[in-house]
């Protein structure tokens, strides 16, 4: 599709120089007169005549005969009209041809943003479904990085379609003007503002869809955000409280072991009391 639409551009460019180009050829044609060309053909019937008679042949009769044929036909040329040479007709003539290419152009360029916007568009649902895949598997992370992996080729791919788009449409613009200039000038708005609003009519409805796919999209990333940031607040809570049960059970084992070491120390003590009335006694 690109090689057409550029294809349509040279089209344009080479209609403008040809327009340019026979312009400047009128004066030299308009000077061509129908005694010039009688002197060509009479120029023309004295070479076969020297033909015919040095060959003397067949050939050289068929070649006479053929030549004579070609010399009435040279004589049946008649002058252009000079009404089809004036420069009002063929400006008018060269304004048409411009308006034609650049309808055409306008006609290519709008298929091609079609396309664009349709794949645009696909590609958005695809990155959505696989957001919204995302949110389902939180938690296992082996499904959530391959997940990963693919959304952000989505991406990649999303952010292609969108420069391509984005290019398609100021080229659109491009051809929007340039039909509206060439149709002014040649007097017959009404044809191109009949193909723009034909155009403008095929174009909206995808348009249309691919901004409805926007914003779907964005509001998916905002509903992404959100689940994620509320499954990482749990996460992390489920975390400190691990660690609040992992501290507690260490006091208590702590507290356990000074009592146990109390007890022992209290034990020893009374021994060592009983011991030293003994010893008294």
């Known amino acids: 599709m690109t090689s057409r639409l550029v294809s349509s551009f040279k089209k ?9 180009h026979f312009l400047r050829q009128t004066k030299q044609l308009s000077d061509l007169s ?9 120029f023309q019937r004295k070479f076969d005549v020297k033909t015919a008679a040095g060959a003397g042949t067949g050939i050289s009769l068929c070649l006479l005969g053929v030549k004579k044929a070609s ?5 049946n040329i008649t002058a252009p009209d000079p009404s089809t040479l004036l420069s009002e007709t063929l400006v008018r003539n060269a304004s048409f041809a411009v308006v034609e290419s650049t309808t055409a152009f306008l006609s290519q360029v709008t298929v091609s ?4 916007c349709e794949q645009y568009t696909k590609a958005l649902y695809i990155l959505m479904k696989l957001m919204d895949y995302r949110l389902k598997v939180l938690g296992n992370g082996e499904s959530e990085q391959k997940i990963a992996d693919l959304i952000i080729e989505a991406r990649a791919s999303v952010n292609k379609l969108k420069s391509r788009n984005q290019e398609l449409q100021l080229l659109y613009m491009s051809a929007y003007n340039l039909v509206n200039e060439a149709s002014t000038a040649a007097y017959c708005s009404t044809v191109a503002t009949s193909m723009v609003q034909s155009s403008e009519v095929h174009l909206s409805k ?3 869809d ?3 796919a926007e914003a779907e999209l964005r509001e998916m990333e905002a509903n992404v955000i959100r689940v994620e940031s509320e499954y990482m607040e749990k996460k992390i809570q489920a975390q400190d409280d691990n660690s609040d049960v992992e501290n507690k059970d260490f006091l208590n084992i702590e507290t356990q072991n000074i009592e146990t070491n109390s007890e022992d120390n209290f034990q020893h003590d009374g021994l060592f009391d009983a011991e030293r009335n003994e010893n008294e006694s």
């Open 34 to 42: 129908i005694s010039k060309r009688c002197k060509i053909s009479n």
């Open 206 to 208: 995808f348009q249309r």
């Open 12 to 20: 344009i460019n080479w209609t403008y120089s040809a327009v340019t």
């Open 210 to 212: 691919l901004k409805d």
């Open 113 to 116: 943003l079609v396309e664009s």
């Open 71 to 75: 010399c009435q036909t040279t004589d």
